[in-house]
T-cell receptor
Framework: DVKVTQSSRYLVKRTGEKVFLECVQD?????MFWYRQDPGLGLRLIYF???????EKGDIPEGYSVSREKKERFSLILESASTNQTSMYLC???????????FGSGTRLTVV | EDKVVQSPLSLVVHEGDTVTLNCSYE??????LLWYKQEKKAPTFLFML????IEKKSGRLSSILDKKELFSILNITATQTGDSAVYLC??????????FGQGTRLTINP
């Protein structure tokens, strides 16, 4: 069964800390995505990557950066965590245009 | 701004009822419309719709897309408590990007 694995289910970090959220997929997918999910706002795209070392900004990239050094791993970085980044973060991957996304289980991040 | 709007935002029904969830959009150009079910964890894929008027069906769930009127519906018949979840609608635009609606929280009471 195909898998997208997010390294942490729950995280609590302090304001100003640098935070790394890791996502690994075992399906050899080209495309990977980071979304955040907030009540009443749905899922909003932060960044995506369609190839190793390639990245594109999504709708809400401010305060975030990403890294894709290997095809299977896509990392989301909060350079200096703030309380408004408290959210559920979902990673997803897809092989191509005509396929559904496979999502990870999510990381619930709380910034205090 | 392209938008995807789901309605209702929340719905509570009794087991055995039939429900219809709506997804309307203002996206000007898209490849497909997708429906997902999200329980406590990762959204799981339900349907992908690309053509108008062709119903997709899986057990008690079905979905259809109307490109003329710019909406899609997800029907669930003979609902069960296990259908309780957030249902997400999303449009796939170019470069793989998905634009999501806010989701509909469905609660099925026994």
């Amino acid at each position: 069964d195909v898998k997208v694995t997010q390294s942490s289910r729950y995280l609590v970090k302090r304001t100003g800390e640098k935070v790394f959220l890791e996502c690994v997929q075992d399906m050899d997918h080209e495309n990977m995505f980071w979304y955040r999910q907030d009540p009443g706002l749905g899922l909003r795209l932060i960044y995506f990557s369609y190839d190793v070392k390639m990245k594109e900004k999504g709708d809400i990239p401010e305060g975030y950066s990403v890294s894709r050094e290997k095809k299977e791993r896509f990392s989301l970085i909060l350079e200096s965590a703030s309380t408004n980044q408290t959210s559920m973060y979902l990673c997803a991957s897809t092989p191509g245009f005509n396929d559904g996304y496979t999502f990870g289980s999510g990381t619930r991040l709380t910034v205090v | 701004e392209d938008k995807v709007v789901q309605s209702p935002l929340s719905l509570v029904v009794h087991e055995g009822d039939t429900v219809t969830l709506n997804c309307s959009y203002e996206v000007t150009n898209f490849r497909s419309l997708l429906w997902y079910k999200q329980e406590k964890k990762a959204p799981t894929f339900l349907f992908m719709l690309t053509s108008s008027g062709i119903e997709k069906k899986s057990g008690r769930l079905s979905s259809i897309l109307d490109k003329k009127e710019l909406f899609s519906i997800l029907n669930i018949t003979a609902t069960q408590t296990g259908d309780s979840a957030v249902y997400l609608c999303a449009l796939r635009q170019g470069a793989q990007k998905l634009v999501f609606g806010q989701g509909t929280r469905l609660t099925i009471n026994p």
